[in-house]
Structure formats: structure tokens, C-alpha cells
């Protein structure tokens, strides 16, 4: 078996990196009004320049900027769609341990696609690799309806879901289309609202709030693809999914079971980054349903919750297991997660992180012959 030509590679990751202290510095200090945005992007460029360099030097074959520019993974880029703000609830999200995510999104007006969105973030990340495929992350459309649902949505501008789902498909189908012709060859959807449909304590709770949750699963796959449509040919689209990532706490449980065959079936991706790191995932026997010869499954197996190391032996056990639901020329190896899917990260080390990322690589290296 040899290494694959085009994404997701033998070893890859999911996207975000823990920020370097220069960069949390210079952050805290334009929050605070004594650095100016540009001052700000000059340390931006600088550490995102230094991050590809050390992917590519561990021997990744797809590097990003680490959403170095981002305070969330979600958030910073749909609030640059039209009619969506980002506010600061009484109540808000609690992460298991009892940790609180401090904003929360909510649609004012028509959402629509006005202007590129992260589109100068990924070019950025073009002009400064030298061996890696550039690869850029975005959130799913999903986002802006999961947690707050029909609530946090102007009853003015829509007076039914109806048409907040088909132009939010729509803004998507454009967000695509400008990466698309900017050059992106490799797109990723961070799509976690999928797997919070995997628990019950997650639908419990869509439907106590008046959620109509039985359609939920085809409403976002068809948005997923409406977006997806908008590829050109040489793009490949990934999806992430897992259960929530705060400073190394959780929100969802549950195996893939209920989701995978729509997931795999009727939604166009042509990978899927997914969380396998503990049993909160479940088994892998929901790999089943993916089409033989086509779709690339990159296993999760590496926690980025935590610094521990894990043992190859056992990543390599891990690997056969799942071979023996999907063939192993349609699996990769990755993190579960990114290490700091908000600016705070995840409670691990830049050390440990990049011996983990570095682990992926020499693990592919043995089980599949290259990366």
C-alpha cells in the first residue's frame, strides 16, 4: 500500500493548533485597545508562518494556519455571514465538568453570502507552504440553527424554517464557491451537530425547547450538500465531526450508529474526520455503510484532550479493528479533535501537541507504508 496522492492523507489533522504565548500576548492586548488590528495581524502572520513550517518539518502533507486568527472555531466565521450576530446569552452553553462557552449566535435578519468570508486567511496559508497541500476549515451550516433553534431566528424575516434553511444552504453554496476560485483544493466542514444527534440527552433536549428534531438529520445533510455542490472539480470536501472540544471538556455521547447511514450515503462528502478517541464515539461497526472504493474515514484515535501519548502498538490495534468494517486502503489516521478549537485550547502542551501530530505521521508511515 502507498502513500495517497490527494487529501485526506495517511496522516492528517483536523486543523486547529494551540496558540503560542506571543500570539495569546498580542490577542489580549488588541481585546484590550493598546494594539492596533494590523499590529495584531503582523504577529498573526508571524506565528502561522512558523506553525506550517513545523507541519511540514514533522512530515504532515496538509497544513493550516491552526485558526491562529479565530477566538472560536464557529463563530468567527459565521457571524461574517449576512443577518447573523454573535452575543453573550444570561444562560450560557455548558460543556460537561460544568464548563461554561461564553457566546452564542442568533439570526437578525436574511442570511446571505455579501462578501468573502476567511477568504485572505486561506490564501495567506497558500503563499507560505512549500511541500503541503493547504488545507482550510470551516463550520457547517448547522451551526446557526442547532443551539439556538427557532428562538434565536428573526420571526420577521422568517416566519417559517423553510427559507432560513434554504438561504443558509445557499450562503454556503457561494462560501464554497469563493474558496473554489480562489484555488482551495481542500475544504473541510467542521459538521459537530450531527453527532450531538447520536445522544439522547442532546435530543431530549431539542425537543424540550419545541424542536422538530425527526427531519433534522435530512434537513442538514441536504444544506451539507446544497454547499458541497458548489466544489469544482480537484476540491476535496471532509467533514469533522465529534462531540464538542472546550479547553479539553465535552458535550455530547453517543456511537454513530443512528446518523451513519445517511452520513456516509446521502451526504456528498468525500472523507470524514472522526472522533474515536474514547468510548463516547462508540464502536466502529457504523463504518459499514460507507461505499466501498470511494469515501476516506480518518480515524480519530489520537486524543487531543489530554498530553498522554499514546502507545503505537495500540493505535495500531485500533486501526486492524476498524479494517474489519472498512478496508484498510479507506482509512487514515489523525487527532480526534483540534487542540484549541477555541483561542483558550485544550489542557496539553505545544510539545505534547506536536508529538502527538508527529505520532500520526510515523504511525502511517508503518501501517500504510507512507503518509
Given at each position: 500500500m502507498t502513500a495517497r496522492t490527494t487529501p485526506p492523507f495517511r496522516a492528517d489533522?483536523?486543523?486547529?493548533?494551540?496558540?503560542?504565548?506571543?500570539?495569546q500576548i498580542a490577542r489580549a492586548a488588541w481585546k484590550a485597545g493598546s494594539m492596533t488590528h494590523d499590529a495584531l495581524r503582523a504577529v498573526e502572520d508571524r506565528c502561522i508562518t512558523a506553525a506550517i513550517a513545523k507541519q511540514e518539518e514533522i512530515g504532515?502533507?496538509?497544513?493550516?494556519?491552526?485558526?491562529?486568527r479565530r477566538a472560536y472555531w464557529?463563530?468567527?466565521?459565521?457571524?461574517?455571514?449576512?443577518?447573523?450576530e454573535i452575543y453573550e446569552p444570561e444562560q450560557k452553553i455548558q460543556f460537561k465538568g460544568g464548563v461554561p462557552l461564553g457566546h452564542v449566535l442568533r439570526v437578525n435578519g436574511r442570511i446571505g453570502f455579501s462578501k468573502p468570508i476567511m477568504l485572505d486567511d486561506y490564501k495567506f496559508v497558500a503563499s507560505h507552504v512549500?511541500?503541503?497541500v493547504p488545507k482550510q476549515t470551516i463550520p457547517s451550516p448547522s451551526v446557526v440553527h442547532f443551539r439556538g433553534g427557532r428562538n434565536a431566528i428573526n420571526k420577521t424575516s422568517y416566519p417559517s424554517l423553510d427559507g432560513f434553511f434554504a438561504d443558509l444552504g445557499e450562503a454556503y453554496h457561494k462560501a464554497v464557491g469563493s474558496f473554489g476560485a480562489a484555488g482551495c483544493d481542500y475544504l473541510q466542514i467542521d459538521e459537530v451537530n450531527i453527532a450531538y444527534l447520536c445522544d439522547p440527552e442532546q435530543i431530549a433536549a431539542l425537543k424540550a425547547r419545541g424542536e422538530h428534531v425527526d427531519n433534522l438529520l435530512h434537513i442538514y445533510g441536504a444544506m451539507l450538500n446544497r454547499a458541497i455542490e458548489a466544489r469544482p472539480a480537484g476540491m476535496t470536501i471532509s467533514m469533522h465531526l465529534c462531540r464538542g472540544n472546550f479547553r479539553s471538556t465535552f458535550v455530547a455521547t453517543g456511537g454513530y450508529e443512528p446518523v451513519a447511514e445517511v452520513l456516509f450515503n446521502q451526504i456528498n462528502a468525500d472523507a470524514y474526520f472522526m472522533e474515536y478517541d474514547s468510548d463516547r464515539a462508540g464502536g466502529f461497526e457504523p463504518l459499514r455503510f460507507?461505499?466501498?472504493?470511494?469515501?476516506?474515514?480518518?480515524?480519530?484515535?489520537?486524543?487531543?484532550?489530554t498530553g498522554a501519548l499514546e502507545s503505537k502498538d495500540e493505535l495500531k490495534r485500533r486501526i486492524d479493528e476498524a479494517a474489519k468494517y472498512l478496508p484498510l486502503e479507506q482509512l487514515a489516521l489523525s487527532p480526534q479533535c483540534g487542540f484549541a478549537s477555541t483561542e483558550e485550547g485544550n489542557t496539553l502542551t505545544e510539545d505534547e501537541q506536536w508529538a502527538k501530530l508527529r505520532l500520526c505521521v510515523e504511525v502511517a508511515r508503518e501501517v500504510w507504508g507512507g503518509v
Amino acid at each position: 500500500m502507498t502513500a495517497r496522492t490527494t487529501p485526506p492523507f495517511r496522516a492528517d489533522h483536523v486543523g486547529s493548533l494551540l496558540r503560542p504565548k506571543e500570539l495569546q500576548i498580542a490577542r489580549a492586548a488588541w481585546k484590550a485597545g493598546s494594539m492596533t488590528h494590523d499590529a495584531l495581524r503582523a504577529v498573526e502572520d508571524r506565528c502561522i508562518t512558523a506553525a506550517i513550517a513545523k507541519q511540514e518539518e514533522i512530515g504532515l502533507r496538509a497544513a493550516t494556519d491552526g485558526e491562529y486568527r479565530r477566538a472560536y472555531w464557529h463563530y468567527d466565521f459565521v457571524s461574517g455571514l449576512d443577518g447573523v450576530e454573535i452575543y453573550e446569552p444570561e444562560q450560557k452553553i455548558q460543556f460537561k465538568g460544568g464548563v461554561p462557552l461564553g457566546h452564542v449566535l442568533r439570526v437578525n435578519g436574511r442570511i446571505g453570502f455579501s462578501k468573502p468570508i476567511m477568504l485572505d486567511d486561506y490564501k495567506f496559508v497558500a503563499s507560505h507552504v512549500h511541500a503541503a497541500v493547504p488545507k482550510q476549515t470551516i463550520p457547517s451550516p448547522s451551526v446557526v440553527h442547532f443551539r439556538g433553534g427557532r428562538n434565536a431566528i428573526n420571526k420577521t424575516s422568517y416566519p417559517s424554517l423553510d427559507g432560513f434553511f434554504a438561504d443558509l444552504g445557499e450562503a454556503y453554496h457561494k462560501a464554497v464557491g469563493s474558496f473554489g476560485a480562489a484555488g482551495c483544493d481542500y475544504l473541510q466542514i467542521d459538521e459537530v451537530n450531527i453527532a450531538y444527534l447520536c445522544d439522547p440527552e442532546q435530543i431530549a433536549a431539542l425537543k424540550a425547547r419545541g424542536e422538530h428534531v425527526d427531519n433534522l438529520l435530512h434537513i442538514y445533510g441536504a444544506m451539507l450538500n446544497r454547499a458541497i455542490e458548489a466544489r469544482p472539480a480537484g476540491m476535496t470536501i471532509s467533514m469533522h465531526l465529534c462531540r464538542g472540544n472546550f479547553r479539553s471538556t465535552f458535550v455530547a455521547t453517543g456511537g454513530y450508529e443512528p446518523v451513519a447511514e445517511v452520513l456516509f450515503n446521502q451526504i456528498n462528502a468525500d472523507a470524514y474526520f472522526m472522533e474515536y478517541d474514547s468510548d463516547r464515539a462508540g464502536g466502529f461497526e457504523p463504518l459499514r455503510f460507507v461505499p466501498r472504493g470511494r469515501k476516506i474515514v480518518v480515524l480519530g484515535l489520537v486524543t487531543s484532550k489530554t498530553g498522554a501519548l499514546e502507545s503505537k502498538d495500540e493505535l495500531k490495534r485500533r486501526i486492524d479493528e476498524a479494517a474489519k468494517y472498512l478496508p484498510l486502503e479507506q482509512l487514515a489516521l489523525s487527532p480526534q479533535c483540534g487542540f484549541a478549537s477555541t483561542e483558550e485550547g485544550n489542557t496539553l502542551t505545544e510539545d505534547e501537541q506536536w508529538a502527538k501530530l508527529r505520532l500520526c505521521v510515523e504511525v502511517a508511515r508503518e501501517v500504510w507504508g507512507g503518509v
